[in-house]
């Protein structure tokens, strides 16, 4: 089994910046690759990003496109998510996941491990 636990959320105004952190643990951990999404009171998951586990390439959503990045440490088997230039609308929990298999990243059906979420609440 894999663990990932999330740290990082909190309150921060407008244009600020947050990052966050997922952490695995458990058995040896070399998923294909790790994903963000958020989700916001009375809406539905919302992908945010992922990052590939070995070659490191991501992809963003468009509505966080120039504003959030995505980095891991294999080491430490830990993926982070860089938010700057926060806006009210960025305001959800926000969880990690890993998708072990090849697979569409976009897709949360595909993914193996969830964290338990991380709130982000951004102020006006």
């Known amino acids: 089994q894999v663990q990932l636990v999330e740290s990082g959320g909190g309150l921060v105004q407008a244009g600020g910046s947050l990052r966050l952190s997922c952490a695995a643990s458990g058995r040896t951990f070399s998923p294909y690759g790790m994903g963000w999404f958020r989700q916001a009171p009375g809406k539905e998951d919302e992908f945010v990003g992922a990052i590939k586990w070995t070659s490191g390439y991501t992809y963003s959503a468009d509505s966080v496109k120039g504003r959030f990045t995505f980095s891991r440490d294999n080491a430490k088997n830990t993926v982070y998510l860089q938010m700057n230039s926060l806006k009210p609308e960025d305001t959800a929990v926000y969880y990690c996941?890993?998708?072990?298999?090849?697979?569409?990243?976009?897709?949360?059906?595909?993914?193996?491990?969830w964290g338990q979420g991380t709130q982000v609440t951004v102020s006006s």
């Open positions: 996941a890993a998708m072990i298999k090849v697979g569409v990243l976009l897709d949360s059906s595909l993914y193996d491990y």
